[in-house]
C-alpha cells in the first residue's frame, strides 16, 4: 500500500501481537539480511553499478512495549490512554519517539537521487535481479522482485494466522469481544485492529480532503493511505475521541487480546525470521494497513 503525507508518496513495507522478551530466532534472521545484503553488494558491483548496504537497524523495544503486544492489559491501557491507537497521537506528540520512530535512511538515497530517469529504471532492474539472486542463495526462495518478495511474505503471514480462525477458545472469545463492539460477529483474525483500521480511515480521509492538487493514483492492487499534517492542537480533539475508542476497545477485548496476541506474534515472528526478517520488529508495522486494501 502506499501512505502520502505532505507532498511525499512512500511504499510502505513492513499485527497486533506480541511476546515479552525478544522473539527466538531474530538474532539469526538478522543475519541473514546481513549476508543478504553483502550478496547485494556483490552482485551490483559486478554489474558495475553503486549498491551500499542497507539492512534495517536492529530494533529497540520502547519501555512497556513488550509487555503491551503480549496483550498485557495494564500495558496497554497506559498506552492507549495517552496515544489511543497510535495514529492521532503522531501529530499531537511531534517529538515523541513511541509514535514517531526515527526512520532508517538508505544510504543509496542520495545516489539515486543524482541519476537521470535511463539510469535509474536500468539501475532498480538490477537490483531487482540481484536482490531475487542474493535471496535464493541465502533464503532458498524464489522470488522475481522486491516486490514479490513482500508479497509472498505478507501472503505466507495470512496463510500461517488462518489456523487461528479455527481455535474454538478464539472464536468464542472473539464472538463475545464483537458483540460488546456492537460489529457482527468475525473471525478472530477480522476483529484484530478492527477499531484501530476504523481511525486510520478517518485520518486518510481528513488528510485526502486537505490534499493540495490531484491526489497521486496507487499502483493495481495497492492502496494510498494518506497521513495527516496537522499541528498538534488541531489533531488534539482526533486524539481525544481515538482515545476513547481505543479504551472501549479495549474493555471489549480484555479477555480477547491476552489470549490472541502472543499465538499472533510468535506466528507472524515465525514467518518473518523465515523471510530473514526480525520478526516482531518487521511484523509490527504493517498488520493494520494490509487490512485497509
Known sequence: MLIA????????????????????GDAAAYEKQTQLEAKRVACMTERGLDYLASPEPRYTWQPGEQERLAGDLEALRAYRAKYGFGVWS???????????????????????????????????????SC????VKEVLGKTVTSQEDYHDQLE???????????????????????????????????????LSHTKIVRQASDVAKKAWKGEPPKAPKGKTVIFRPNLKPAHARPYLDKEIKAALKDLECG????????????EITSRVYQEFGREGAAQAIPSWIYRKLV
Open 5 to 24: 503525507k505532505a507532498v511525499a508518496v512512500t511504499l510502505l513495507a513492513g499485527s497486533f501481537g506480541g511476546l515479552t522478551a525478544s522473539p527466538s
Open 90 to 128: 503522531a501529530n499531537v506528540y511531534p517529538k515523541d519517539e513511541v509514535v514517531n520512530p526515527v526512520q532508517h535512511e538508505n544510504p543509496n538515497n542520495k545516489m539515486l537521487m543524482s541519476l537521470s530517469a535511463g539510469e535509474l529504471k536500468k539501475w532498480r532492474a538490477a537490483d531487482d
Open 131 to 134: 536482490f531475487s539472486q542474493a
Open 155 to 193: 501472503a505466507a503471514v495470512r496463510k500461517s494466522l488462518s489456523v487461528l480462525d479455527q481455535d474454538k477458545r478464539l472464536v468464542q472469545l472473539g464472538g463475545r469481544f464483537a458483540a460488546c463492539l456492537g460489529v457482527s460477529p468475525a473471525e478472530p483474525t477480522a476483529l484484530d485492529g
Open 254 to 265: 480484555k479477555d480477547f487480546y491476552p489470549a490472541y496476541s502472543p499465538k499472533v506474534m
